[in-house]
């Protein structure tokens, strides 16, 4: 690592000793301890003692350049350190090395730099000339990273600490202005919570500005599924499983944590949670960081990713007219690679065009001929129906982040369990699937295949259901751990309700899976990574004021029943019929509902409380 010239550095490194042993010959050693040509009389100060008060930078910058006599020279100008930097025409005019040396005048003028270093500190900004050293390493070693216009990021250390590095123009038509990155990053820097990657310090550089993240992760939650890497391999089983139950709580606390501070995330995603070589958990990326990161809006908006984990409302179906390639009319005897088809409309027979692929725009119809064959194009039109973004104003955004936080949770839940995200992926889209080869790949989307989603969540339940009950049997310690799985998953359903208005805050979301980690892990302080949990009898409290203002649904109605019943309480479905979209839901005896404005479901509504089977399609799940 590199040791950078800070002040405590040059005060413990330019010492009597130092610069007598460096000066050189013993003339030179002499003319330290002579007192000061320019003093006439008025001062006893020595060389020495200048250099030792003031003068211990330029010291240094002549001594790494091979000329320490110089310094003698340059004290006989007054300068000190308070003068440096000195510019290139400025050390041109002193003349220090004598015959206008520009090879020593450049040297200097470069070295100076390595000692004048304004240090980073948490929370604070510098702005750094285009000259000046910035105290930090690059993590692969390479001096200027970032140096090329396509690469945004990278990690470097600071101070023996790894932060993620990210760049931001501040000039050209892309660029934000100097003073807005500087007071939008300071009031980030108040978000603080031990699972949320935040700003540790900001600096400014040539034509761009810089925003040190910490921590910096190993890998994301992404990768993390499809490999686990080693650092997590090497924990024991049961580590295992107790660190990926703690996640679910401590990842679902960072969003309860900026819906507090009125602060969105907006992008919730497996890519944006990341895990550190400590197994600890964050929440990366949230809007607010990346507000004035220009790189994060350029390309394609749609990604897979974004769109399998968005909320229903953020993905509405949108169709659009789309200019195709237009098909080409020949006569018989034109080629034989295309299919031919009778229009009727024109009379020569139609060859199919091999292009699917939408044009910019329509092509005018035109007719060419030759001595053995004419062909003619005519524009064609197709209507295509898919799923674009919605806009989401910072308010609505809110439930859609709880939304791609249940499908967060359900993730690590699954692997809890055992089950891959293929499998979960593959169970989602099993009825998108198309028939024949080559086909496009099915929509695994939450928010399209809720009622698969339903399926599996009843699946993962049944799962720890089967794990308690041999634990029983083998008379093992993980029943309540088991226990308190079934009960989270029931907690997530709250959170993916296909209505943002029935969904449950993340706070509320955040207290219910606090609960049930806090009775897997043990007590509060059992949780060990710093988030908070509610206590118990809080949230028994909390639950009973609820009810009475008439908001329930089967959950609230398992809170009494528990202890007898256990933690899974009732099932939010009966068994599972797969393939089957139907679903015994658990109604209470008296229930609150929010009935359509049209009616349509005041029939269904009557027999769910009568506890009668009821088809669940789009609108699952239902809430009581």
Not at 162 to 188: C, E, Q, W
Not at 286 to 315: Q, V
């Amino acid at each position: 690592m590199t040791s950078w010239w800070t002040d405590e550095r040059i005060n413990t490194t330019v010492t009597r000793d130092y610069i007598v042993r460096e000066i050189g010959p013993r003339k030179l050693q002499d003319a330290l301890h002579r007192p000061l040509a320019f003093g006439d009389g008025l001062t006893d100060d020595t060389y020495l003692d200048w250099i030792l008060e003031k003068s211990r930078r330029c010291f240094l910058v002549l001594n790494f350049i091979g000329t320490p006599e110089r310094i003698f020279r340059l004290i006989d100008k007054s300068l000190d350190d308070d003068d440096l930097p000195l510019s290139e025409d400025a050390l041109y005019d002193l003349n220090l090395f004598g015959s206008r040396s520009e090879t020593l005048d450049k040297k200097f003028y470069r070295q100076q730099f390595s000692v004048l270093v304004q240090d980073l500190v948490p929370g604070g900004h510098q702005d750094f000339g285009a000259d000046e050293v910035v105290p930090l390493e690059p993590r692969n070693g390479r001096k200027g990273s970032l140096s090329s216009a396509s690469q945004t990021s990278d990690r470097v250390y600071v101070h023996d600490n790894l932060y993620t590095r990210k760049k931001i123009p501040t000039s050209g038509d892309n660029g934000v202005d100097r003073v807005h990155f500087v007071m939008h990053l300071k009031a980030l820097q108040s978000l603080k919570h031990p699972h949320l990657v935040t700003v540790w310090a900001t600096y400014t550089q040539n034509d761009f500005s810089y925003m040190l993240l910490y921590p910096a992760t190993e890998v994301s939650l992404k990768q993390f599924l499809d490999e686990q890497p080693k650092f997590f391999k090497s924990l024991e089983k049961q580590q295992r499983r107790e660190t990926i139950l703690r996640w679910t709580h401590c990842i679902i606390s960072a969003l309860a944590f900026l819906h507090d501070h009125d602060r969105t995330h907006q992008n919730i995603r497996p890519s944006n949670v990341t895990i550190d070589g400590n197994n600890t958990i964050y929440l990366a990326n949230f809007a607010a960081l990346n507000a004035l990161d220009s790189a994060e809006g350029r390309g394609n908006t749609y990604r897979t990713e974004i769109y399998e984990h968005a909320a229903p409302e953020n993905w509405r179906r949108k169709a659009s007219v789309y200019d195709m390639a237009p098909d080409k009319s020949v006569h018989p005897g034109g080629g034989r690679t295309g299919r031919r088809i009778k229009d009727t409309a024109k009379g020569p027979s139609v060859r199919l065009s091999t292009s699917f692929f939408p044009t910019q725009r329509a092509p005018s119809a035109t007719t060419t001929s030759s001595s053995n064959s004419s062909s003619y194009s005519r524009p064609k039109t197709t209507l295509i129906t898919t799923f674009s973004p919605s806009a989401q104003f910072a308010p609505a955004a809110a439930p859609a982040d709880v939304f791609s936080m249940s499908t967060i949770v359900l993730h690590l839940v699954s692997m809890l369990l055992g089950h891959s995200p293929k499998a979960f992926a593959s169970h989602r889209g099993r009825h998108n699937r198309q028939a024949g080869r080559g086909g496009a790949p099915p929509d695994a989307s939450f928010h399209v295949n809720l009622v698969q989603v339903g399926t599996w969540m009843e699946m993962l339940i049944k799962d720890a259901k089967e794990r308690e009950k041999k634990d029983k049997k083998g008379k093992g310690t993980g029943g309540t751990f088991w226990r308190s799985v079934g009960g989270l998953v029931h907690s997530v359903e709250a959170g993916l309700r296909k209505e943002p208005t029935e969904r449950h805050t993340a706070q509320e979301l955040e207290s219910r899976i606090g609960k049930y980690v806090g009775r897997a892990l043990g007590p509060v302080t059992g949780v060990g990574c710093g988030c908070r949990l509610e206590d118990e009898e809080a949230e028994r409290e909390r639950v009973r004021a609820e009810k009475g203002k008439g908001r329930q649904d089967t959950f609230y109605e398992e809170e009494e029943e528990e202890e007898e019943e256990g933690m899974f309480g009732k099932p939010v479905f009966g068994e599972p019929v797969y393939g089957e979209p139907k679903y015994r839901l658990s109604i209470p005896a008296t229930v609150t509902t929010q009935s359509s404005s049209t009616g349509a479901y005041s029939a269904i509504d009557q027999e769910r409380r009568m506890g009668v089977v009821v088809p669940v399609m789009e609108n699952w799940p239902l809430r009581a």
